[in-house]
């Protein structure tokens, strides 16, 4: 009985004491960079620094002395975030030319030294010793002058990225073969040059008290409803954790149900679809470090949206949006109704199917429910086995894949043949759904589905069904209800939901969204051919 | 979200819904693998009293591996003292669990079916397993006896029937009614039951297809299943049969024509003219005349030819309506032969014309209510049949005729 008493609530407990005066000592260090600010001297300037960045080998210093023009500074950086030969080439040069002059005074000769400085960057002025090494630690070189008590900070970003590819998930026919990458500014303006307009906004937040994750919030001024951005960058603040490695982080904190397996916002690694939903008057969230971006608020209609519906003629677009709400009801309930309806209502079968179904199963030693629990596991393995397999074993994958477990498995008389047709449908219909992640996770329903259909029946997947709908209908995307347009009904925006009207006919923007600004084009206007 | 559940209990709660679930033993869970699905049911009488009762039921068999397409059709035999007393009691040899929930029809044997329909379908008609759109046929001797006929080209005897029952609407010499009608008809007391009549003959195997089984080879001959001709029920109790024509007959007065040939032919003049019936239309009217009920049958039929021999001049309007005349007799003849057979012999108002009195003149149906059956012996029927020809073919007259002239 005593380890109850001391096990649960001993987290939230007072630490040893020992933990204790680390978090002293985090808080006091914390308090006293705050407070504190260079001084005139360099040599303290420099020890101080040093003494913050001890054990860090990538940070440099390189002091130089002038003395022609009484001149000594330091030049301090972090090696890799800053381009080590911009520093040479721009920043050494010209500070090596400067030439004070007639100024004496401290204030004219650090202004000769900013000025001097702009051509490498833009010149900060920074005095307290917590800005300086925040800047430098997001990609700043720092110039420290003796004599002087304020630096000149420089940003001037360096590091290696990624060049832009094409998208790798989201993959279109016709339209830019263009997907963000992780640098969080290069995604930035891959969209504003799409968007060639003053109110598309960036604003810039900083999450994670360890990685200080840069996080850029963009949206369209005049188009994007107020409340929506206010309340994106509360839930975005409102975020205290250590560390923002990537998109689907900041997903979990700021989605209103977190515990649903619908997600309620939308991911994307195609700048042309970020720019789409800017337009439309959604908000995008583009965390520094993932090739994924946060498109809020979003309903379920945007995940059978493909960026290519909108690139290709409105029937075909059309189609393909139908058909992918057929393929998701058949990856929610295809092994489920398979099962019910054989195993309590054979009778809704027509009797030659029914025998050709029952031939099938002659052998098979199990039920048909724990033959299609068995059937589906093995396809979400195969599945996963294919995502993280290195790519060289694929062959390997695909013979297992396949041949064993799709042939053999049959030919041995464990399964039948119309339990393997039942889920490879099932498998193939779940990636008929353009947004993958969403895809994935909603197609898991068939297994609670699975289950209810196996101990009751049709009856059992109804119920799944009400609830699965009850759910839906009060699930809510920052304030915009999660199944509009089509609950509540919105013949408007059904425009371009189910079915995809022709561009032409799409004159207003979705009003689910935002209410401010729904004009596209006006509707009769002599400029247009029609 | 501060409820009175902690998460604790929610997990129980939770826990307990998951596993009451399976407490409820999967009620009215049933593998495909492990049923056996009747397919046919035939109802026999026995001497004793008793009912015997012949399922032939689908075994579900593995197509794989074995090449020949040996039927997996099951046929068991048991006795009961009523229907669902013979369907238990065939659990006794049955391999698989028997299901009634894909039975397709249900044969009453001669016997049984002179004794009375009603109590047999009883049990059809109230069991959760057997649906209304099945069908009801009437065996011409033992419904056992024709449920042992060898399949032909199909691997089961079930499918030949299920071909017959499609091909019963292409042509108006049999009608299989379903499960409803039957009943319908079967309870209401404006009218008696018809059924299509089941049977088996012998034939020579030579002109049949080659797939039919070896032990027949050497006998030359075999039987060979029928549907065809009508089976007249009077107070639910078998009374006689129709043949094909007298069946077509009967279709004229209940509107069940669908496809069918009226033929007219004069064979002394060399001249016969087919026509395919494309819509026909019996409208029956009840009046009184001189205190006697009359029935009067107007029947309007549009059709086209489909085989023209002889000397008749279609292009000439005249020829046409003399010999849509003819036609027009050939029907009425071919009604009033059913008519008269069925009114003498058996007695049995199968051309729902108690059903038409009720509906149209419920005020004479009440008079005559209580004694319809001798009524019904009385009644006249006036005949006034309409055919108009819409179309000739693909010819117009006869070839021969052509080069002759």
């Known amino acids: 009985m005593k380890v109850k008493q001391t096990g649960k609530y001993k987290c939230a407990q007072p630490k040893t004491i020992l933990e204790q005066k680390l978090i002293d000592v985090e808080k006091q260090d914390k308090e006293k960079l705050k407070d504190a600010y260079i001084t005139e001297a360099l040599k303290d300037n420099l020890s101080s620094l040093k003494g913050i960045f001890k054990g860090c080998y990538d940070f440099s210093i390189r002091e130089v002395q002038k003395p022609e023009e009484q001149l000594t500074y330091a030049i301090c950086y972090i090696d890799g975030m800053v381009d080590s030969t911009v520093v040479n080439e721009m920043v050494m040069k010209s500070l090596n030319h400067i030439c004070f002059g007639a100024a004496k005074d401290t204030q004219s000769r650090l202004n000769i030294m900013k000025n001097n400085l702009s051509s490498s960057g833009e010149p900060k002025l920074v005095s307290c010793l917590a800005d300086i090494v925040s800047e430098l630690l997001n990609s700043s070189c720092i110039v420290l002058i003796d004599g002087h008590s304020e630096a000149i900070s420089i940003y001037m970003e360096g590091t290696k990225t990624r060049s832009i590819t094409e ?12 997907a963000f990458t992780e640098s969080g500014f290069t995604s930035v303006t891959q969209i504003r040059r799409r968007l060639k307009t003053h109110k598309l906004k960036t604003e810039y937040l900083k999450l994670g008290k360890e990685s200080k994750t840069r996080i850029v919030v963009a949206y369209i001024e005049g188009i994007a409803d107020r409340k929506v951005v206010r309340e994106v960058k509360r839930r975005l603040s409102a975020i205290d954790t250590d560390i923002i490695l990537a998109t689907g982080q900041v997903q979990a904190y700021i989605e209103d149900d977190y515990l649903s397996p619908f997600p309620q916002t939308e991911l994307t690694e195609r700048p042309d679809s970020g720019v789409a939903a800017l337009v439309e008057g959604r908000v995008l969230i583009i965390v520094d470090g993932t090739p994924f971006i946060l498109m809020v608020p979003t309903t379920i209609t945007y995940f059978f949206t493909s960026a290519d519906d909108y690139y290709n003629r409105y029937i075909f677009a059309s189609f393909i949006r139908v058909l992918r709400y057929l393929a998701l009801f058949v990856s929610i309930f295809g092994p489920s109704l398979y099962v019910a309806i054989t195993t309590f209502h054979a009778e809704m079968i027509p009797t030659m199917l029914l025998m050709t179904i029952a031939n099938a199963r002659a052998e098979v030693p199990f039920p048909a429910f724990i033959e299609a629990m068995l059937m589906e596991l093995v396809f979400e393995v195969i599945r996963e086995a294919g995502a993280r397999q290195p790519k060289t074993l694929g062959q390997a994958l695909n013979i297992v894949g396949a041949l064993v477990i799709g042939q053999l498995s049959v030919q041995a008389g464990l399964v039948s043949p119309a339990m393997i047709i039942v889920v490879a449908v ?24 699975l289950i209810l259909g196996g101990v009751l029946g049709i009856f059992g997947i109804t119920l799944g069904v009400l609830v699965m709908l009850i759910h839906l209908v009060s699930l809510r995307s920052f304030g915009v209800p999660y199944m509009s347009p089509i609950t509540p009904i919105n013949l408007k925006g059904m425009k371009d939901a189910i079915i995809k009207f022709p561009e032409y006919m799409l004159t207003r923007r979705p009003d689910f969204i935002q209410k401010n600004n729904l004009t596209r084009r006006k509707e009769k206007d002599e400029n247009n051919i029609r | 979200m501060k409820t009175i559940f902690d998460n ?23 593998e495909l693998n492990e049923m056996g699905m009747v397919m046919v049911t035939g109802i026999d009488r026995t001497e004793g009293g008793q009912y015997k009762l012949t399922v032939m039921s ?63 379908m009883e049990y059809f008609i109230r069991d959760w397993q057997n649906r209304m759109d099945k069908f009801v046929l009437v065996a011409e001797g033992e419904a056992s006896s024709i449920m042992a006929t060898p399949a032909d080209t199909d691997k089961s005897l079930f499918r030949e029937l299920e071909g017959i029952t499609r091909n019963s609407e292409k042509w108006a010499k049999v009608y299989i009614s379903d499960f409803m009608e039957f009943m319908i008809h079967y309870a209401n007391k404006t009218c008696d039951v018809t059924a299509a009549k089941i049977g088996t003959y012998k034939a020579d195997r030579t002109t049949l297809s080659s797939s039919r089984s070896e032990g027949n080879v050497t006998t030359g001959e075999s039987k060979i299943l029928y549907i065809y001709g009508t089976a007249v029920f009077k107070d639910g109790k078998l009374v006689g049969w129709l043949d094909g024509e007298e069946t077509r007959g009967l ?105 038409k009195l009720y509906r149209t003149k419920p005020s004479i149906w009440r008079e005559v209510e209580e004694d319809w059956d001798e009524v019904f012996t009385e009644v006249e029927v006036e005949y006034n049949v309409k055919v108009v020809l819409r179309g000739t073919g693909e010819l117009i007259n006869n070839i021969k005729r052509d080069r002759e002239e």
Not at chain 2, 81 to 90: E, I, T
């Open chain 1, 167 to 178: 998208p790798t998930v989201e993959a279109v026919v016709k339209g830019p073969l263009e």
């Open chain 2, 8 to 30: 604790k209990s929610l997990l129980l709660i939770a826990l307990v819904v998951f596993f009451s679930l399976p407490l409820t033993g999967c009620w009215g869970q049933g």
């Open chain 2, 58 to 120: 689908a075994l579900p068999t593995s197509t794989q591996g074995q090449q020949g397409s040996a039927s997996n059709m099951w046929i068991g035999v048991a006795r009961g003292s009523s229907v669902p007393d013979a369907m238990r009691n065939l659990n006794k040899i049955s391999p698989k669990e028997l299901t009634w929930i894909h039975n397709n029809y249900v044969i009453i044997g001669e016997a049984a079916a002179r004794e009375g329909v009603g109590d047999i």
């Open chain 2, 251 to 355: 279709q004229w007065f209940i509107n069940k024509i669908n496809e069918a040939n009226v033929e007219h032919s004069e064979p002394e003049k060399g001249i016969r003219a087919v026509m395919e019936v494309i819509v026909a239309k019996c409208n029956i009217t009840p009046f009184v005349r001189e205190g006697k009920l009359v029935f009067r049958a107007d029947v309007n039929t549009r059709g086209r030819l489909i085989e023209l021999i002889g000397g008749i001049n279609i292009m000439d309007i005249k020829e046409t309506e003399r010999l849509e005349k003819s036609l027009a007799k050939v029907i009425e003849n071919e009604m009033r032969r059913v008519f008269e057979k069925v009114q003498k012999e058996y007695k049995a108002d199968i051309f729902l014309f108690g059903d």
């Open chain 1, 426 to 449: 099932t498998g193939l219909a779940s990636f008929l759904i353009p947004k993958i992640n969403t895809s994935r996770e909603v197609s898991l329903i068939r297994f609670p589905m």
